[in-house]
């Protein structure tokens, strides 16, 4: 079988505070929000929330931040007076 980019995990320490990654145990985005050592990022949802700890991320993939993108713009329409 073939591995593809959803495949492929990054070390957790290598994510830059504020990127937005996948976490593959939950399997959501979430914005990384701090480091703890070097083998699980704090991550919160791109929509704010509660931080929890992921141990497996991976950088989105280009339809993933469409996605996010196009989900953030209907909202901030939807949220006009």
Do not use: F, I, Y
């Not at 593809?4 to 290598?14: I, L, M, Y």
């Not at 480091?35 to 704090?42: E, I, P």
């Amino acid at each position: 079988m073939a591995t593809t980019e959803r495949d492929q995990s990054v070390p957790p320490g290598s994510c830059e505070l504020g990127e937005v990654m996948w976490d593959m145990g939950k399997d959501v985005p979430g914005v990384v929000m701090g480091h703890h050592g070097g083998d699980r990022v704090q991550m919160r949802a791109v929509s704010g929330g509660k931080e929890w700890d992921a141990l497996r991320v991976r950088p989105l993939t280009p339809r993933e931040r469409l996605s996010l993108h196009l989900a953030a713009r209907n909202e901030a329409t939807r949220s006009r007076p």
